[in-house]
């Protein structure tokens, strides 16, 4: 009595549903590669993988850990736990700790802003120290506040052992990771994230630049952080926007800095020209019209529950495959919001996305009698 009903779109949605899963890989292009041991591009809207490469193999995370810092100063100021003229001590741990730093002077006591820029633009080791102690206390305690964290955001292949990615064998996180992170610190702290744009600044009389070298180019890079080990190389946590659309960046494991700016700039630069989002469908547009059987309508629409943003590809906008299949007719009664349909795309050189489709509209059943009169029709 009922088939199986397939059929294609000729629409330029095809492309549509590349993205709805929001983790699809697409490396369909010439530019499908990296110098660096682990890389991950993303759209920042859509979620869409543009490239991946080892991103989720365990890293040293270097300076790029201060993002992490950062987040959960972010937190405290947002919760009234500090605000950014509160002032925090100089212990003789944060004065005497190696590496970048902000140079501030044990036993003062320093504005939390100026720290933050410390952490942001100086890479400040010393001044991650007096974050973390003021907030947690020790560094220990506020390296369990930073796996906490990390946790909530799903950060699930991380540890922290220290507020500055100091090395350690057990502290270490992914490039996938490091993207969650970026794209929360953007989407829940706008306020404070212009901090990652400035190119300079000057304490104790030491004025220090920006070390993110895309801040510096004309691209639309705006930050957001640099790292280095000699364990796991150079590494870059990136951002940039272009005409309304922000795509992220982490690379790791570079040779020096020469080749971190380079690679940087190709892979942001290429994430941004490279894709365009679009909506093409919105919540309740119909995709589809399926037959019904034993309604009191002879149809009901097939709509996502969702409007539809993706990101699509410019090389391959024209090579995707999509189609609707359900079972022909639908029998009555059918609820609005019933899955009734699937969309099924198929990404070349990539993966094939089913996306269920509901009713957009309810169909009562036809009476007793109606019924009797169908049946009989498919009977015959």
């Known amino acids: ?33 990296s110098a660096a041991k ?13 490239f991946e490469k080892n991103a989720d193999e365990k890293m040293p995370t270097s300076s790029m850990s201060k993002v992490m810092t950062m987040y959960a100063v972010f937190e405290a100021l947002r919760d009234g736990r500090i605000t950014l003229d509160a002032t925090l001590p100089v212990s003789e741990k944060a004065w005497r700790k190696g590496g970048s730093k902000m140079f ?18 100086q890479s400040g080791n010393d001044a991650t120290i007096v974050l973390a102690e003021g907030l947690s206390g020790t560094e220990d305690s506020f390296a369990d506040l930073l796996n906490t964290t990390a946790q909530r955001l799903g950060m699930d292949d991380s540890h922290f052992m220290n507020a500055s990615g100091w090395p350690d064998p057990n502290h270490y996180s992914t490039a996938r990771d490091l993207a969650k992170l970026a794209k929360a610190l953007i989407v829940n702290f706008p306020e404070y994230y212009h901090y990652y744009s400035e190119k300079e600044f000057t304490y104790n ?17 705006d930050g957001i952080k640099t790292g280095h080990t000699e364990v796991g190389g150079y590494g870059l946590m990136a951002s940039g926007e272009r005409d309304g659309r922000r795509v992220l960046l982490v690379v790791n494991g570079l040779e020096d800095e020469k080749a971190r700016a380079q690679e940087g700039a190709r ?41 539809l943003l993706v990101t699509l590809p410019v090389t391959l906008k024209n090579d995707l495959d999509v189609s609707v299949s359900y079972k022909t ?14 969309l099924t795309v198929k990404i070349p050189r990539g993966e094939t996305l089913e996306i269920p489709l509901v009713a957009g509209d309810d169909v009562p059943e036809i009476g007793l009698f109606k019924k009797i009169f169908v049946k009989l029709k498919y009977l015959i």
């Open 205 to 221: 009389n030491i004025k220090q630049r920006n070390r993110n070298p895309l801040i510096y180019r004309d691209m639309g890079a």
């Open 1 to 33: 009595m009922f088939s199986y009903f397939a059929r294609s779109l000729s629409f330029f949605a095809v492309l549509a549903v590349v993205l709805i899963a929001g983790l699809t890989s697409v490396q369909a292009s010439p530019y499908n590669h």
């Open 104 to 121: 501030v002077e044990v036993g003062k006591r320093v504005a939390v802003e100026d720290l933050i820029r410390g952490v942001i633009i």
């Open 329 to 342: 007719p639908l029998v009555a009664p059918v609820q609005a919001g019933d899955e009734v349909g699937t």
């Open 38 to 50: 682990q890389a991950i591009l993303i759209d920042f809207e859509t979620g869409m993988i543009l």
């Open 267 to 307: 892979l942001l630069e290429w994430g941004l020209k490279g894709f365009e989002n679009l909506t093409l469908f919105q919540s309740g547009e119909t995709v589809e019209v399926a037959d019904v059987a034993m309604g009191k309508q002879e149809t009901v629409p097939m709509v996502l529950e969702d409007d």
